[in-house]
């Protein structure tokens, strides 16, 4: 580990000054002629778990993946724990960490290997018992020496989940994690999560379609449409504005813009 | 400049976990070691023959004798370091871990360090094994060269990676697209370094071109070794300043590539 390293992971000025684990101020996100992030604004508490929702093209991956650091906005900015994306990505890196399905872990690696190599390069103290854990916590003994090629849907899932988990991040950023899962091992890997959430205080920022999924774990919902924020409240608060029972006829009113109806009808 | 401000504080940890990376999905594939043999020994076979029929049947030949096989040896350690670059970082590419690596603690210069390596372990599994066949098949031993070989091997290998590092910055904005690039770009390199014929074959004016690539260096001093029995120092140390300076322009142009990913989203979307 480098002075530098030790130094990020130890909170610094920027987190004692900034309490949002993330602050998006005017993010703007222009792909030629497509504004796929067009002027959002919202910061994220340390410790909640905040639901991003949204049809296909609403601009939840661009958000998250301007928040990793993996694209880079037109304009406007992003803080993450206190430190700003991408220019001072190297304070906050080790800290954060992401599950997304636009990633794979190596496939002839076995997921022993795969873990061993991102513990290392996440610094992960003790790491043959970190995994361990992670293994008995995500229930992959059977497979840990198995190749992750070799693994089914599920399997990979909390695969990619227990490499999110490596390093214990301060912030989880989770696109879809639970696409392609059976509805035990979803529930499964929910239940998993909140867990982590309570034990670490960690924030969670979670990108899905699935809006059980999103009322049973977030405390906040981001809901995007073209680009923008079309609403950001508790999901009780959202659905009680939208005279809905659930997100997904929420979901429904915003996708087939029938917002202002429902708004209305609810006043 | 943000990218640069990246690269302070190196972590040996991390770059030797990028090595085991690649050490894990080298042993767990008998195809890709096998790979790294055949074509090294493939090339030493057909042109030590070739060196053997020619030196019957011209007396330049029978003089510089080695040359040819020599000359082989040196191209693949040129061809087969960037490829052993370009290899492991396509690797990433189609595992699709590419976005898990740019979203992890290692930076750019770090994985770009393993990368170079991983080229040195995979050319002495493919180069060893290949210079011992010319030694029990033609009697050419590469060894004997001594010290100049380290000169002609230090200029090749850097000339290799800075060609790694940039073809790698390309695919890394175009995605896979553009992986064509890594198996051919050193073959526009091959006519005008002069690998198996001497800088003065060519035109005049195609001769300055040839003089700014420091492969050109090595396979001259190699010729001037073999043939004349003298090693050319200030050839050696012009391709060094070169190399120097390729290094630095092609990490350049790779932070600015990934940059150029950035903006455009390159990263999530690594496919064709």
């Given amino acids: ?14 987190d004692r000054i900034s309490p949002a684990a993330i602050a998006v101020d005017h993010l703007v996100k222009v792909y030629k002629q497509t ?58 890196l080790g800290r954060m960490n992401f599950e997304s399905p636009y990633v794979d872990m190596p496939m002839r690696l076995t997921v022993r290997q795969n873990l061993t190599v991102f513990g290392k390069l996440y610094a992960v103290k003790n790491l043959a018992d970190r995994i361990a854990e992670l293994a008995e916590d995500l229930d992959l003994g059977d497979f840990i020496d198995r190749a992750n090629g070799k693994l089914s849907a599920g399997q990979k899932t909390r695969v990619a989940l227990a490499k999110a988990l490596i390093n214990q991040p301060e912030l989880l950023l989770l696109d879809e994690p639970t696409a392609s899962l059976d509805p035990d091992t979803a529930d499964w890997v929910r239940a998993h999560l909140e867990r982590y959430r309570r034990n670490k205080n960690a924030t969670i920022l979670l990108a899905s379609h699935n809006m059980l999924e999103v009322e049973r774990l977030c405390d906040r919902v981001i809901i995007m449409k073209r680009g923008r924020i079309e609403d950001d409240d508790a999901p009780e608060a959202i659905m009680a504005r939208y005279n809905r029972t659930t997100l997904e006829e929420v979901f429904l009113d915003v996708a087939r813009g029938r917002v202002n109806g429902a708004k209305e009808a609810a006043r | 400049m943000t990218e640069l401000s990246l690269h302070r504080g190196i ?52 003089r510089a004798g080695g040359t040819l096989i020599g000359a082989v040896i040196l191209w693949d350690i040129l061809f087969r370091g960037q490829l052993g670059f370009s290899i492991s970082f396509l690797e990433e590419m189609w595992a699709r871990n590419i976005g898990n690596l740019m979203m992890s603690p290692v930076k750019p210069i770090e994985f770009l360090l393993s990368l170079m390596v991983m080229s040195l372990i995979r050319l002495a599994i493919g180069i060893i094994p290949m210079t011992l066949l010319a030694l029990v098949l033609f009697h050419f031993n590469v060894y004997a060269l001594g010290l100049p070989l380290i000169a002609f091997f230090c200029n090749l290998i850097f000339t290799s990676w800075s060609v790694g590092i940039f073809v790698s910055g390309l695919v890394l904005r175009n995605g896979l697209g553009a992986e064509s690039i890594v198996w051919t770009l050193m073959f526009a390199i091959l006519p005008l370094a002069c690998v198996y014929y001497p800088v003065s074959v060519l035109p005049a004016w195609l001769q300055y ?28 140390l012009e391709a060094l300043a070169i190399n120097a300076v390729l290094l630095v322009a092609s990490f350049g142009a790779f932070l600015a590539l990934l940059r150029s990913a950035r903006r455009h989203g390159s990263l999530l979307s690594s496919g064709e």
Avoid at chain 1, 43 to 48: E, W
């Fill in chain 2, 209 to 236: 071109v040839a003089w700014a690539l420091p492969p050109t260096y090595a396979f001259e001093g190699m010729r001037a070794l073999l043939i004349e029995h003298a090693f050319r120092t200030d050839l050696m």
């Fill in chain 2, 11 to 62: 972590s040996v940890h991390r770059i030797g976990a990028m090595i085991l990376r690649y050490w894990y999905l080298l042993m767990s594939s008998w195809p890709r070691l096998l790979e790294l043999l055949y074509w090294p020994a493939l090339q030493v076979i057909t042109w030590g023959f070739l060196q053997l029929y020619i030196a019957e049947n011209a007396n330049f030949f029978a």
């Fill in chain 1, 1 to 14: 580990m480098t002075e530098n390293d030790k130094a990020s992971s130890r909170p610094t000025v920027a």
């Fill in chain 1, 35 to 92: 504004r796929a992030v067009d002027d959002i604004s919202f910061s994220l508490a340390r410790g909640s778990i905040t639901g991003l929702l949204g049809g296909n093209g609403a601009g939840k991956t661009t958000t998250i993946a301007m928040i990793m650091g993996l694209v880079l906005p037109t304009s406007g900015r992003v803080q993450v724990l206190g430190h700003r994306m991408p220019e001072d990505s190297a304070a906050v």
